[in-house]
């Protein structure tokens, strides 16, 4: 009986130990530059993409809207390598920006303020 318990124990230990932590977090504020007359600006609405890197290559894990302060915020981030990426439209004008490589441990918080610049514009036919 006791042997049974010290085994339960050890793949319990084992089971805790191989867990991946996911409390990381990645927050900031986004702006845009804009072309009429180069103030920043909020991009309230903002579509910003969480990018896993891995071996040079990057994959879309998730994505959350910027609120009406510009702020956006990924919650229970894994370890690893990440980059931000925000897409903003405003009228017909698309503004973009992509994070430096942001690396995480599982158990920290990084806070990524991202400018957006002109990109493209739309056209209306």
Same mark, same amino acid.
């Given at each position: 009986?006791?042997?049974?318990?010290?085994?339960?124990? =050890?793949?319990?230990?084992? =089971?805790?130990?191989?867990?991946?932590?996911?409390?990381?977090?990645?927050?900031?504020?986004?702006?845009?530059?804009?072309?009429?007359?180069?103030?920043?600006?909020?991009?309230?609405?903002?579509?910003?993409?969480?990018?896993?890197?891995?071996?040079?290559?990057?994959?879309?894990?998730?994505?959350?809207?910027?609120?009406?302060? $510009?702020?956006?915020? =990924?919650?229970?981030?894994?370890?690893?390598?990440?980059?931000?990426?925000?897409? =903003?439209?405003?009228?017909?004008?698309?503004?973009? $920006?992509?994070?430096?490589?942001?690396?995480?441990? $599982?158990?920290?918080?990084?806070?990524?303020?991202?400018?957006?610049?002109?990109?493209?514009?739309?056209?209306?036919?």
């Amino acid at each position: 009986m006791k042997r049974s318990v010290y085994y339960f124990l =050890f793949v319990l230990l084992l =089971f805790l130990l191989s867990c991946q932590k996911y409390e990381s977090q990645i927050k900031g504020k986004v702006t845009y530059i804009a072309l009429d007359n180069s103030n920043a600006y909020p991009a309230f609405g903002a579509v910003m993409e969480k990018l896993l890197v891995k071996d040079d290559k990057t994959e879309k894990i998730s994505a959350v809207s910027v609120d009406t302060n $510009g702020n956006y915020l =990924f919650e229970y981030v894994t370890a690893g390598q990440w980059k931000i990426k925000g897409t =903003f439209t405003s009228g017909d004008t698309i503004y973009e $920006g992509v994070s430096d490589l942001i690396q995480t441990n $599982g158990e920290d918080v990084k806070t990524i303020d991202l400018i957006l610049h002109f990109k493209d514009t739309i056209a209306n036919e």
